[in-house]
């Protein structure tokens, strides 16, 4: 069972709601990006569909054990009265090396009506968890919101959002908002000390300076070795010859469809960069590194799945921000 560390008072307040007599159909996880939210979710179903089938859930922990026999079902991906909303493989058949449809589609969510619309089948509730609810195309979301308003009897709705600002506003009307927040460096060294008890210190104490308090991110960063991209980068805002020889690396080095992966990483990785590096910048040189981080993030919505961009020419672009910063990324 997974010990969730730094959201001791967002569990607490679902364990005290599962226990309410009536208790509210849609909830909204909220926050930084591997935090914990989906995982949490997911013990959530667990708890629900286990004391809707009337049996044992613990007063102190949120997941019921491994030994239950509706646990067993939902670990094994097999629970009749559980679906599990995300985005789909792609076809790989045009040979563009995505793994991941863009979105979550709205024939994906037409898809809950099996589930919604029959008795559950082991006890009083049926759980959809949407992970994430910042996926579902704009079909998708208006359909989801007709199942909000009007929701069959003992179905739960559990939407892991990292950006819910963006969400439709009559879906997070119709839903509880529970939000969380990234973890500080101790909690965030417990985190990363449970996933990996064999990391050694010196490399998890990395981690944690640049996961930015979420291990999820910090574990990414270890896996894809964005360390080494953080690197590039730097050399890429100093300017220079050197600037040029690490731009040219880079868009080699992620150009490949092996390294798609990686390229993704990079895309997400360039504005989390560009605002450490304008944190303390001030006056004309705030507004250029602004400017900056906008850019960033421009390029990068939809700019991988599907491609809008051949790689080689988005990380020149995006190099080409960083290297914009100018006097925004040496007023630190």
């Known amino acids: 069972m997974t010990r969730w560390f730094g959201h001791d008072a967002q569990i607490a307040q679902l364990i005290a709601a599962s226990a309410a007599v009536r208790m509210h159909h849609g909830w909204i996880l909220a926050g930084p990006k591997g935090v914990g939210k989906a995982g949490i979710a997911f013990d959530f179903a667990k708890r629900l569909l286990v004391a809707g089938a009337g049996g044992p859930v613990p007063a102190a922990t949120l997941a019921p054990g491994d030994e239950d026999t509706q646990v067993r079902l939902l670990n094994g991906g097999a629970h009749p009265d559980f679906v599990r909303l995300e985005r789909l493989e792609r076809d790989d058949r045009k040979g563009d090396g995505s793994t991941l449809a863009r979105n979550i589609t709205v024939d994906q969510v037409r898809g809950l009506a099996r589930l919604l619309h029959s008795a559950p089948s082991m006890g009083s509730r049926r759980v959809v968890l949407i992970d994430s609810a910042d996926d579902l195309e704009?079909?998708?979301?208006?359909?989801?919101?007709?199942?909000?308003?009007?929701?069959?009897?003992?179905?739960?709705?559990?939407?892991?959002?990292?950006?819910?600002?963006?969400?439709?506003?009559?879906?997070?009307?119709?839903?509880?908002?529970?939000r969380f927040h990234a973890l500080d460096d101790d909690v965030m060294q417990a985190a990363l000390a449970?996933?990996?008890?064999?990391?050694?210190?010196?490399?998890?104490?990395?981690?944690?300076?640049?996961?930015?308090?979420?291990?999820?991110?910090?574990?990414?960063?270890?896996?894809?070795?964005?360390?080494?991209?953080?690197?590039?980068?730097?050399?890429?805002?100093?300017?220079?010859?050197?600037?040029?020889?690490?731009?040219?690396k880079l868009m080699s080095a992620l150009s490949g469809v092996a390294a798609r992966p990686r390229l993704e990483a990079f895309v997400e990785l360039v504005p989390r960069f560009i605002a450490?590096?304008?944190?303390?910048?001030?006056?004309?040189?705030?507004?250029?590194g602004l400017d900056a981080f906008e850019e960033a993030q421009r390029l990068g919505a939809g700019a991988v799945t599907p491609l809008q961009l051949e790689p080689g020419a988005l990380v020149f672009t995006l190099c080409d921000t960083v290297a914009g910063l100018g006097e925004a990324g040496a007023a630190r």
């Open 138 to 178: 704009a079909g998708a979301a208006n359909a989801l919101l007709k199942n909000l308003e009007e929701p069959p009897a003992g179905a739960m709705f559990l939407l892991v959002a990292h950006r819910p600002g963006r969400l439709l506003p009559t879906i997070r009307s119709r839903c509880r908002m529970l």
């Open 194 to 248: 449970q996933a990996m008890p064999d990391l050694p210190a010196a490399e998890r104490a990395r981690l944690v300076a640049s996961g930015e308090g979420s291990p999820g991110q910090a574990l990414a960063m270890r896996a894809l070795d964005l360390p080494a991209l953080e690197e590039s980068l730097g050399v890429i805002a100093g300017g220079g010859r050197a600037a040029d020889a690490e731009r040219a």
């Open 276 to 288: 450490r590096r304008i944190r303390a910048a001030q006056g004309p040189a705030l507004g250029r």
